[in-house]
C-alpha cells in the first residue's frame, strides 16, 4: 500500500481552472494504476482520469477534452489539470492507486472542489 495526500481544490467559477496534486509516500513507478476518482453528493463515486505506470491515460466521458492527467515519477505525484470547469464537475476528488482502476488498494482522504455558476 502506499499513503496518498491530495492537494489543490477550491472554489473556482465555472470557466475556470484547477490543479490537483497527489503526493505518494513512496516510489509511485512501479504502481500500475493511478488516478482520480469524485463523488458529488448523492452520487456514487465515478473514475474522473487514470494513468498507468506506461502512461496510457483514461478519461470519463464527462471530462474529456477538459482534464489532463500527468504523472511525474520523481516528485511520487499524480496532478490532474482541470480546465473549463462545470458547476457538475463540483464534488469531493479522491486520488487512488492500485492495480487496476476497479481494484484499489489506496485512497486518499479527499479534496473538495466546488465550481460555482
Known amino acids: 500500500q502506499v499513503q496518498l495526500v491530495e492537494s489543490g481544490g477550491g472554489l473556482v467559477q465555472a470557466g475556470g481552472s484547477l490543479r490537483l496534486s497527489c503526493l505518494a509516500s513512496?516510489?509511485?513507478?512501479?504502481?500500475?494504476?493511478m488516478g482520480w476518482h469524485r463523488q458529488a453528493p448523492g452520487k456514487q463515486r465515478e473514475l474522473v482520469a487514470g494513468?498507468?505506470?506506461?502512461?496510457?491515460?483514461n478519461y470519463a466521458d464527462s471530462v474529456k477534452g477538459r482534464f489532463t492527467i500527468f504523472r511525474d515519477n520523481t516528485k511520487k505525484t499524480v496532478y490532474l489539470q482541470m480546465n473549463s470547469l462545470k458547476p457538475e464537475d463540483t464534488a469531493v476528488y479522491y486520488c487512488?492507486?492500485?492495480?487496476?482502476?476497479?481494484?484499489?488498494?489506496?485512497w486518499g482522504q479527499g479534496t473538495q472542489v466546488t465550481v460555482s455558476s
Open positions: 487512488m492507486a492500485g492495480t487496476s482502476w476497479s481494484i484499489v488498494h489506496s
Open positions: 513512496r516510489s509511485i513507478s512501479n504502481i500500475n494504476a
Open positions: 494513468i498507468t505506470s506506461g502512461g496510457s491515460t
